[in-house]
């Protein structure tokens, strides 16, 4: 396989980055191909503004439109079409970040706003009355794989069902529904640790051995069945589930197979 790893942490001794470096020294070791791109390392710039269109023109900067344009005339700034070139190149997407108020780092989100430009995250395809543009299930990153390994403070309760945070499934979905399949990626459940500020010698031990078998059953791993936009759940244009599917469901499982 060929492994791109996205590490958001500032700190390389954390818990996070220790993940992260230990999913690598796993890949390597069945002989995969790793590329670790860690966000706070790089200096990554992570908010979207004119510097990154140095070729727009224009006094007013429409971003969508600036980033099409950018994209289709290879005028990306450099740091950005590298991280693009890392994603084409792996087959398999890895994004590590501890869990900072219900999202990732602020850092993480500005690398996915900034490197899944138009084009490349989304804005591609045709739209006519039975396919609205390939996203969701299709797209640049079809046929690629992605997972989410994050750290969590509170407890695994906290994030249940009937958890004051809400369920974990609940709060990724904007990140695994709505950033990685949206653009392709067949995304795989993710590795949540809880109670990260509270991890010992042998809870790590546990932990470690668990995101080893994760990794060693990768590609028996199936992906969360999200249902796919232009394959007949949804209506074009509404892009509303179709009659009684999902009928039973609520909230975000609606857009999961059952």
């Known amino acids: 396989m060929k492994v791109l790893i996205v590490l958001a942490h500032p700190e390389k001794a954390s818990l996070t980055s220790s993940l992260a470096m230990l999913a690598k020294e796993t890949f390597e070791s ?9 966000l706070y390392g790089l200096g990554w710039k992570s908010n979207v503004d004119k510097e990154d269109f140095p070729g727009n023109n224009s006094d007013r900067l429409f971003v969508c439109d600036a980033s099409k344009k950018a994209t289709r005339s290879n005028s990306l700034t450099e740091d950005v079409v590298e991280e693009q070139k890392k994603l084409l190149w792996c087959d398999t997407l890895f994004l590590v970040f501890p869990l900072w108020w219900f999202s990732m780092p602020a850092i993480l989100k500005g690398w996915v706003e900034r490197v899944f430009s138009y084009g490349v995250g989304y804005g591609v395809g045709v739209h006519d009355s039975t396919h609205w543009g390939d996203r969701y299930g299709e797209g640049t990153f079809a046929g690629k794989k992605a997972m989410v390994i994050t750290l969590a403070g509170g407890w695994e309760s906290h994030y249940s069902a009937r958890g004051i945070n809400g369920p974990i499934e609940d709060l990724l979905f904007p990140i695994n529904h709505g950033i990685l399949y949206y653009s392709g990626f067949d995304v795989l459940p993710p590795l949540v640790a809880y109670r990260s500020d509270s991890v010992d010698d042998s809870s790590f031990k546990k ?5 080893k078998e994760r990794i060693i059953s990768l590609q028996e791993t199936k992906p969360i069945a999200y249902k796919r936009q232009n394959y007949g759940d949804y209506t074009i244009p509404a892009l509303e589930l179709k009659g009684d599917i999902g009928c039973g469901c609520g909230g975000f499982s609606l857009h999961i197979k059952n």
């Open 30 to 38: 069945q002989g995969d191909e790793v590329k670790v791109s860690d």
């Open 207 to 211: 932990l470690s051995l668990k995101l």
